[in-house]
Nanobody, 119 residues
Framework: QVQLLETGGGLVQAGGSLRLSCAAS????????MGWYRQAPGKQRELVAR???????QYADSVKGRFTISGDNAKNTVYLQMISLKPEDTAAYYC?????????????WGQGTQVTVSS
């Protein structure tokens, strides 16, 4: 089993920055990809960014150029650096981990952290 713990959410003004962290523990040898998803009220959960164990990254079009996903293998932690935040980025952000690369159904989920961007 894998446990994921997100930190770093909060309230920020439009144009501001936040960094989310996701620390993995447990059976981390099973993880080959990690990512961040978000869900705004009344909307479906969507992929924000993901990174493979080889460092390959993928981003949603809406965050390209503003968000950066990175990983620290020594700390079993994935980060999401968010800049130029917009009110439409307001959502609950979830860390996810997968056994397989590129799948849209992660095997493990964190409990989420709220990001609120005020206008």
């Amino acid at each position: 089993q894998v446990q994921l713990l997100e930190t770093g959410g909060g309230l920020v003004q439009a144009g501001g920055s936040l960094r989310l962290s996701c620390a993995a523990s447990g059976s981390i040898e099973e993880i080959n990809a990690m990512g961040w998803y978000r869900q705004a009220p009344g909307k479906q959960r969507e992929l924000v960014a993901r990174i493979s164990s080889r460092g390959t990254t993928q981003y949603a079009d809406s965050v390209k150029g503003r968000f950066t996903i990175s990983g620290d293998n020594a700390k079993n932690t994935v980060y999401l650096q968010m800049i130029s935040l917009k009110p439409e980025d307001t959502a609950a952000y979830y860390c996810a981990a997968s056994r397989l690369v590129g799948v849209d159904s992660p095997d493990w989920w964190g409990q989420g952290t709220q990001v609120t961007v005020s206008s």
